[in-house]
């Protein structure tokens, strides 16, 4: 009754025993994730941005707030801008609408905190960070 | 002597019950008398939420619904609302919608194999299972950027077109498969004692299997022929030559067997849309804010677990009247009493993976 | 036969000679060789359970196409130890309902049959902590008593699903213990004594595995559902019943059922080893070949034989599904009790037969 299939099995898993296994060891090797990857914080290039508001708009979950403020020349002007990953489905719908292509993914795949509060970002506090630290480079560099 | 049923408590934590469900089962022994699928623990109110949304921001709602089967339920979707529209799609873009929810269903598929070798207490095929249908994914990934909540198909389309190199990958992919599948043959399927636990258990009368409103695999399992690609063709799902398998007796062996055969008939389909796949744009003419006329309007497609309708409702306004899904995992659930009955505990849980519920598309 | 002297044979024997004129008594002298081995034993058990929960889980990820435990120390050889200090720094958590006295002996009283059952083990030619004319019979005796401890704890966890894995566990284990016995009674018919040692000797022109295969295989089944593993891990049932009568234990007293699930795995391995594998002589080869291999103790070829057999139970387990409760017991009583039956007849029949050829 019971046999040559149970052989057949213990086969396979003999065979496997033997074969390179496919784990990618995970913080020595980082996961090849593609450009198209949708993940992490959204980057908002703010000296692009229209304060449109379109990007708040077409989000599902409400998981962008922005503010906007009008300047002198009676210009909208962004005053701030909260990206809560929280509660960000990552449905790409904010990206694809901005109308200057402001908005791009930061690709972090795997980040976590200790409290929903770390969830949420400041994109223009984010932005303002890396335009500093992109000029500080350049100082060095033509320092250098 | 006398004896006494008892109560036993399976779920909501628990490791067969595929996320959270509970079952009460009344046992007497180790036969269970009845069992109540006890179900709502991951309800999100998904059908309300979408009425308070605009067409295009349901879809990704939908990813979560049945999660194991996103491109499946995107497609139902964005056709309903399409439908709703009167809206025409691109060629290529309708192949390519091919393409990706028959890749999803043989994922999915994968899936229900593998659980319930594990269920079974196989598991080593469950992890050959899920390491194969990693190779999908990383297709879909490639694809739209996400795993498994794509929102890929749009009302008009799909998201993105085709990366260079996808279509050789996927190609690379199906010629792969034979070989998956025979290793499933090997370990999983052509295992006698897994035959043992599954042959003659739980079986499902095709009147019996109306009656309750199954669909997928579940109904054809016991004999009926019904496949929603085949009986009301939806998208170019005309153009293709595959066959339905059907199963006779409808048993937890036929619905698992069902489904290693659906995975080959899947991949018939995909090979013909590699062919046949035009150039061209992937997405229509789609107006900014999308404003179906008043009306109302019904559409299913086959999902991996069964047959997943959509109904929307219009009144003109850009948000739906009514969003409502019929959900096959939910329908396929009920049938878990009546099979159950006079089974061992162990063949709970061997129905329970062959009927496959998906606990989000469940309480949805 | 080997001619040169084992080492741990020799570190016993000066051992003794030291404390000879130490203490005295002979008698003394036993009782204290006699903690020695014990020590010992105990050492071969803890040792055991280490390296066997390492080289399960190693065997599982290759089989798995996965590389296993690999970050704790050197390829995760230290894993083990990591989970055991994780294991016993954990709260011991007693939920409320338990019977309490019940509850606390069970893993207790588990671990002592296997402890005890390492008594008879010939893990080399004179290397045996008692070597008991009936040593095949005390074995088996010592190990039944395991089914004990599991009732005690499915009974005494006070939880529905324990309580199904303990009763379980009792129909399994006595239902295989039958089988388990008849097909070892086929050697002990050839070799005439139920002595550890005579077994071994007796396989020095051929093993028993070649002799009685059917009996062999009917005791890697039995041995199988006798240690709980897949596919006959019903007691245990991990998508059935959650654990078994392990559900309720934590910390150190689930560390224990581990503990003596693998010292169990080396017991009947080795009783494998024992009875049809030639126990500590190496394998049958041409006398050249016997004389290059001289060097190699006994206890080496024990334990390569040994891990042979738990490799083979681990493999079982790393590819079959479980067998449903109703399957399990009609296969026992239906197939494999009937076949060992059979066997006894044929073994019986070969040797009347075998006795007239030698007479006429
Ligand atoms: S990805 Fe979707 S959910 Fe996330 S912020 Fe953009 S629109 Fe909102
Ligand atoms: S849609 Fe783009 S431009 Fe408009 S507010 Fe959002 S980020 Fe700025």
New interface residues.
């Given amino acids: 009754?019971?046999?040559k299939?149970?052989l057949?099995?213990m086969?396979?898993?003999l065979r496997?025993l033997f074969r390179k296994n496919?784990t990618e060891e995970y913080p020595e090797v980082q996961p090849e994730?593609?450009d198209?990857?949708?993940?992490g914080r959204l980057d908002l290039v703010v000296s692009k941005c229209i304060a449109c508001g379109l990007c708040m708009n077409?989000?599902?979950n409400g998981s962008i707030k922005l503010k906007t403020v009008k300047d002198e020349n009676n210009k909208r002007q962004l005053d701030s801008y909260i990206h809560n990953t929280g509660l960000c489905?990552?449905?790409?719908?904010c990206v694809?609408v901005c109308p200057t292509k402001c908005l791009v993914?930061s690709k972090e795949f795997a980040y976590a905190g200790y409290s929903r509060d770390a969830l949420v970002f400041d994109c223009m506090a984010l932005d303002r960070e890396r335009i500093h630290r992109e000029e500080q480079s350049q100082t060095t560099e033509e320092k250098g | 002597m006398q004896t006494q049923t008892?109560e036993?408590n399976m779920g909501p934590q628990?490791?067969?019950t595929h996320g959270v469900l509970r079952v009460v089962l009344e046992l007497d022994g180790?036969i269970v008398v009845k069992a109540t699928p006890v179900i709502g623990y991951l309800h999100r109110g998904i059908e309300k939420i979408c009425e308070n949304?605009t067409y295009?921001?349901?879809?990704?709602?939908t990813?979560?619904m049945d999660y194991l089967s996103g491109m499946n339920n995107n497609l139902a979707i964005c056709q309903t609302i399409e439908k709703l529209m009167a809206l025409e799609i691109p060629e290529r873009a309708e192949y390519i919608r091919v393409i990706t929810a028959e890749l999803n269903r043989i994922a999915s598929h994968m899936i229900t194999i593998g659980v319930l070798?594990?269920?079974?207490?196989?598991?080593?095929?469950m992890?050959?299972c899920f390491?194969d249908r990693?190779r999908i994914l990383d297709l879909f990934?490639?694809?739209?950027?996400?795993r498994m909540?794509f929102?890929y198909i749009r009302v008009g389309g799909v998201?993105?077109d085709l990366?260079e190199g996808w279509l050789d990958e996927c190609r690379r992919f199906l010629k792969d498969l034979p070989e998956m599948l025979k290793?499933y043959e090997?370990?999983?399927s052509?295992?006698?004692?897994?035959q043992?636990?599954l042959k003659g258990v739980a079986p499902l009368s095709a009147e019996r299997a109306i009656a309750m409103s199954a669909s997928g695999a579940v109904l054809r399992a016991s004999g009926v022929d019904y496949d929603v690609r085949k009986a009301n063709p939806y998208g170019i799902y005309d153009r293709f030559d595959f066959e339905v398998p059907l199963g006779t007796s409808g048993d937890n062996w036929d619905r698992f067997y069902l489904r290693y055969l659906e995975i080959i008939q899947s991949a018939r389909i995909i090979e013909q849309a590699l062919e046949q796949i035009p150039e061209g744009p992937v997405m229509a003419k789609v107006p900014k804010m999308i404003k179906p006329p008043v009306g109302e309007v019904y559409h299913h497609v086959e999902n991996p677990r069964g047959d997943l309708g959509f109904y929307l409702v219009s009144d003109g306004s850009p948000k739906p009247y009514r969003w409502h899904a019929r959900r096959p995992a939910m329908i396929n659930l009920q049938l878990l009493d009546e099979l159950s009955r006079g089974t061992?505990?162990?063949?709970v849980?061997a129905t329970l993976g062959t009927l496959d519920p998906v606990l989000g598309e469940v309480d949805c | 036969m080997n001619t040169n002297q084992d080492i741990l044979l020799t570190i016993a024997a000066t051992l003794r000679s030291f404390l000879d004129p130490l203490l005295g008594n002979p008698d003394v002298v036993d009782v204290t060789m006699y903690g020695v081995a014990l020590a010992a034993i105990l050492g071969i058990i803890f040792g055991n359970a280490v390296i066997l929960v390492w080289a399960e889980r190693k065997v599982?990820g290759y089989?798995?196409?996965?590389p296993g435990p690999n970050r704790v120390g050197p390829i995760g050889l230290l894993q083990t130890v990591a989970d055991t200090i994780k294991l016993i720094t954990k709260e011991d958590i007693r939920p409320k309902g338990v019977d309490r006295w019940v509850w606390f002996l069970a893993p207790v009283v588990l671990f002592v049959p296997t402890l005890a059952a390492y008594a008879v083990f010939p893990f080399s030619e004179g290397l045996i902590a008692v070597d008991l004319n009936i040593g095949l019979f005390y074995f088996l005796a010592v190990a039944s008593t395991v089914t004990i401890p599991f009732l005690m704890a499915g009974w005494s966890s006070n939880n529905?699903?324990s309580l199904?894995g303990g009763m379980r566990s009792v129909a399994q284990m006595v239902s295989y213990e039958i089988p388990l016995v008849f097909s070892l009674i086929g050697v002990v018919m050839l070799v005439g004594s139920l002595k550890m040692s005579s077994i071994v000797e007796a396989q020095s022109g051929i093993w028993f595995i070649f002799l009685q295969p059917v009996a062999f295989l009917i005791y890697v089944i039995a041995a199988t559902a006798e240690t709980n593993r897949?596919?006959f891990?019903?007691v245990e049932?991990?998508?059935?019943?959650?654990a078994g009568p392990m559900t309720e234990y934590s910390g150190m007293k689930w560390s224990l059922f581990f503990l003596a699930e693998y010292a169990n795995l080396f017991a009947v391995s080795a009783i494998a080893t024992t009875v049809f594998l030639g126990g500590w002589q190496p394998p049958p080869m041409p006398a050249v070949m016997r004389d290059a291999v001289a060097f190699i103790p006994g206890w080496i070829w024990f334990a390569a034989k040994t891990y042979f057999m738990i490799f083979l139970f681990m493999w079982f387990r790393?590819?079959?599904?479980?067998?449903?409760?109703?399957?399990l017991m009609s296969f026992g009583w239906k197939v494999l009790l009937p076949l060992a039956l059979a066997n006894i007849l044929v073994t019986g029949v070969g040797i009347y037969a075998y006795r007239i050829a030698i007479g006429g």
């Fill in positions: 009754m019971l046999g299939s149970l057949t099995g086969a396979v898993t496997e496919v994730l593609g198209r990857f949708r993940g077409n989000c599902p489905l990552f449905c790409n719908l694809e993914w | 008892f036993l628990h490791p067969a180790e949304r295009v921001q349901s879809i990704p709602f990813d979560r070798a594990l269920d079974l207490g196989g598991w080593t095929g992890v050959y390491r990693e990934n490639s694809l739209c950027g996400a909540t929102n998201g993105w990366p290793t090997d370990l999983i052509g295992n006698e004692i897994l043992m636990r061992f505990i162990a063949d849980v | 599982a089989m798995q196409s996965r529905k699903y199904i897949t596919p891990d019903l049932g991990e998508s059935e019943i959650v790393w590819t079959f599904p479980r067998f449903r409760v109703d399957q």
